[in-house]
């Protein structure tokens, strides 16, 4: 955990509850309502002492990019994994389209969220088509043969993330922007309405950073798919995100549009960085000196 003081933490607990629990919440008033929201979360791995994430409220506004931020081992992936059910919380609850989400299947859950982790592995053989075929598992039985609905939502996704032309490659010959773009494909075509990314453009190069946040981009705005990203570069999470939630130690410190959440006070209490944010109307971060 990081040092604070007494009143830096109040400070901090205030206003990620004005924003996360307060009036501004998604759901309550005239803004958007939350698809997807955990409350009372407590979440933890069987190796660790104490509680990696503590939250009173998090939401996932419905047709919207969130994109979760903060330092390393801030908690983001780990939220993420709770909110997919991929880790069983200690306490609380996680609610997806009004239903708790210990109560879905698995095959039934995958029709309704999908989910890229930062885990992914296949055999290095599959070409691209093949692999984004494997997105269409939760809609079909054992011995179902593909469908016309299968090859439309595969042509589809595909079309989407920008791959037709590598269709016929093997993934183990692809670079790795190449790849996280195929996975990202394979993901599209569950055809689910709500999306979680786990850091997609780590590791990539400028080039396929910004292919990947466009193509998150246009699934948003032109499918109205909700997404949930989890993101190092917080410039690049205030260009293409609506919303920011920015996690420190395990907790929520903020929440809210990027103008409002991406601050010289937030990068100086997060991310212990000392740095100029201007807008124009793009945000831009100029780093000064680390504290």
């Given at each position: 955990?990081?040092?604070?003081?007494?009143?830096?933490?109040?400070?901090a607990?205030?206003?990620?509850n004005?924003?996360?629990l307060g009036?501004?919440?998604?759901?309550?008033?005239?803004?958007p309502s939350?698809v997807?929201?955990?409350e009372?979360?407590?979440?933890?791995?069987?190796t660790?002492e104490?509680?990696?994430?503590?939250?009173?409220?998090i939401?996932?506004?419905?047709?919207?990019?969130?994109a979760l931020?903060?330092?390393n081992?801030?908690?983001?992936?780990?939220?993420?994994?709770?909110?997919s059910?991929h880790?069983?919380?200690?306490?609380?609850?996680?609610?997806?389209?009004?239903?708790?989400?210990q109560e879905?299947?698995?095959?039934e859950?995958?029709?309704?969220?999908?989910?890229?982790?930062?885990?992914n592995s296949s055999?290095?053989?599959?070409t691209?088509?093949?692999?984004?075929y494997?997105?269409?598992?939760?809609?079909?039985?054992?011995?179902?043969?593909?469908?016309?609905?299968?090859r439309?939502?595969v042509?589809?996704?595909?079309?989407?993330a920008?791959?037709?032309?590598?269709?016929?490659?093997?993934?183990g010959?692809l670079s790795?922007?190449q790849?996280?773009?195929?996975?990202?494909?394979?993901?599209?075509?569950?055809d689910?309405?709500?999306?979680?990314?786990?850091?997609p453009?780590?590791?990539?190069?400028?080039h396929?950073?910004?292919?990947v946040?466009?193509?998150?981009?246009k699934?948003?705005?032109?499918?109205?798919?909700?997404?949930?990203?989890?993101l190092h570069?917080?410039?690049?999470?205030?260009?293409?995100?609506?919303?920011?939630?920015a996690?420190?130690?395990?907790?929520?410190?903020?929440?809210?549009?990027?103008?409002?959440?991406?601050?010289?006070e937030?990068?100086?209490d997060?991310?212990?960085?000392?740095a100029?944010?201007?807008?124009?109307?793009?945000?831009e971060?100029?780093p000064?000196?680390?504290?």
């Amino acid at each position: 955990m990081s040092a604070h003081s007494e009143s830096d933490d109040d400070t901090a607990e205030k206003r990620a509850n004005s924003r996360v629990l307060g009036d501004g919440r998604p759901g309550e008033g005239s803004g958007p309502s939350s698809v997807l929201h955990a409350e009372d979360l407590e979440l933890s791995y069987p190796t660790s002492e104490e509680p990696v994430v503590e939250c009173d409220r998090i939401d996932v506004p419905e047709g919207e990019i969130t994109a979760l931020v903060g330092p390393n081992g801030s908690g983001k992936s780990t939220l993420l994994k709770g909110l997919s059910k991929h880790l069983e919380p200690d306490r609380g609850s996680v609610v997806l389209d009004g239903r708790a989400i210990q109560e879905y299947g698995d095959k039934e859950l995958a029709r309704e969220l999908g989910l890229l982790s930062q885990e992914n592995s296949s055999p290095g053989s599959i070409t691209v088509e093949d692999l984004v075929y494997h997105g269409r598992y939760p809609h079909r039985g054992f011995f179902d043969s593909v469908s016309d609905e299968d090859r439309e939502a595969v042509e589809r996704a595909i079309d989407l993330a920008g791959v037709d032309h590598l269709r016929d490659e093997e993934v183990g010959n692809l670079s790795g922007g190449q790849k996280q773009l195929a996975w990202i494909a394979m993901v599209l075509a569950q055809d689910t309405d709500v999306l979680l990314l786990d850091e997609p453009t780590t590791f990539l190069d400028l080039h396929h950073q910004l292919a990947v946040m466009e193509v998150v981009k246009k699934l948003n705005e032109e499918e109205g798919v909700t997404v949930a990203v989890v993101l190092h570069d917080i410039a690049q999470a205030a260009r293409f995100a609506d919303y920011l939630v920015a996690l420190n130690d395990g907790e929520p410190y903020d929440w809210g549009p990027p103008r409002e959440v991406v601050t010289e006070e937030l990068l100086a209490d997060v991310f212990e960085v000392d740095a100029a944010v201007t807008y124009t109307p793009d945000p831009e971060i100029v780093p000064k000196r680390s504290l």
